[in-house]
């Protein structure tokens, strides 16, 4: 099956044009590189030196191409060209050659050539000095190191510094994918935290709402109305108030004005007060002392807030158990809840509130589960999380 070589370069097809017509104004004007007559001119005449002259020129077409094989029949027809009397064009078409596959040529050749050129221009500088003992002698390896050794080597600092501004790019463009990919996932991360802040915060008020004003529109009671608006009131203030702390945090331009506080653990006799205004009957128990992380605070306050929140939306009447404690290193988050087998829950919701929970323990290292399970009490529901106090302690 025969090979097809690729379409040569059009700066390749220029050099062997341009070659192959200085090669022919030399010739027409009689100008050879050796006179007629010379013992090493076996091909006396103008005429036989246009061959090596037409498939050196030839072989410039392949200098991209196919460079090795280039340089393979460009080296037979150099060697053709030294028994006529030679062109000036021919040789300094075949330097371009070994240059050429050097620089184009594989790694293997890129490396190989230069020592080849370099080992045949000692020899060449050497033996004919030590044949005929004339510094004349000296000349024949000067020529064959211009010829053959400067291409080579020039070709292979070409190279090297090609592939270097190539790794370079490369690095660059590795560089800049990766801080590409750190800025995604920065965005992805604030993206979620800023989703769970803005369930948790929100939520609880608007189930409460949800809650009281459906049995504000369903009993035809004045003074049931009456107190399930002041509920509705007062969580749609707290629930404004929570919208207007988020904002002031992304609005935050790093001026005078400083955002509000995140919620700390501090507030979560305010949170369970809410919670027993909107009809549950929360009972809180706490022991955790005091120094705790802010991240760890406010994880633990949020879940607190999640699941009093479910609470509202799905637990049957009953008790509603929330416990912190503090074991060693750890933080242990405790709320139970009546189960409740409910068609639907009293308010709507996303279904977030537990991955939000999940993802928020995860960050700290620590462990998570909710569920139902069976206790003295009958049903429950029950969200435990253990969150760690210093990073890597896991309970």
């Known amino acids: ?122 020899v060449a500088t050497v033996l004919p000095f030590a044949v005929w003992r004339v510094p004349e002698a000296l000349l024949i390896g000067v020529a064959v190191g211009i010829v053959t050794f400067g291409p080579a080597s020039t070709g292979l600092i070409v190279r090297s510094h090609r592939e270097e501004a190539e790794a370079a790019r490369l690095r660059a463009e590795q560089t800049a994918l990766l801080a590409e990919m750190d800025r995604v996932q920065a965005v992805t991360a604030e993206r979620s935290r800023m989703a769970r802040e803005l369930h948790d915060m929100v939520a609880n008020h608007l189930s409460a709402i949800a809650i009281h004003s459906t049995a504000a529109l369903s009993l035809d009671d004045p003074a049931t109305t009456r107190q399930a608006l002041g509920v509705i009131r007062e969580n749609s203030v707290a629930g404004l108030s929570e919208m207007r702390r988020l904002i002031g945090i992304l609005r935050d331009t790093g001026e005078d004005a400083e955002p509000a506080a995140a919620p700390t653990l501090d507030g979560l006799g305010a949170l369970v007060d809410g919670a027993r205004a909107n009809g549950l009957d929360v009972a809180l128990e706490t022991a955790y002392g005091e120094d705790l992380p802010a991240p760890v605070e406010l994880a633990a306050y949020r879940i607190v807030q999640e699941s009093l929140t479910n609470a509202l939306k799905h637990a049957s009447k009953g008790p509603v158990r929330v416990t912190l404690t503090r074991r060693s290193h750890v933080l242990r988050v405790e709320v139970t809840s009546t189960y409740g087998d409910r068609d639907a829950p009293r308010a709507p919701g996303s279904g977030a509130g537990l991955v939000g929970m999940r993802e928020r323990v995860a960050l700290l290292h620590g462990t998570f589960e909710a569920g139902p399970e069976r206790s003295a009490d009958g049903k429950i529901w029950a969200v435990r999380a253990t969150l760690p106090l210093a990073e890597g302690d896991l309970a």
């Open 1 to 122: 099956m025969a090979v097809r070589l690729p379409r040569p370069h059009r700066f390749d097809v220029g050099a062997a044009a341009a070659g192959l017509l200085g090669g022919l104004l030399l010739w027409g004007i009689g100008l050879g590189v050796r006179p007629a007559g010379e013992p090493i001119v076996l091909f006396d005449g103008r005429w036989p030196l246009l061959v090596p002259l037409a498939v050196v020129a030839g072989c410039e077409l392949l200098r991209r191409a196919a460079p090795r094989t280039g340089l393979l029949i460009g080296t037979a027809a150099l060697a053709a060209d030294l028994i006529t009397q030679g062109s000036l064009v021919t040789v300094l078409m075949y330097t371009d050659l070994m240059y050429a596959a050097v620089l184009y040529g594989p790694p293997a050749s890129a490396r190989r050539i230069p020592w080849i050129t370099g080992l045949l221009t000692v």
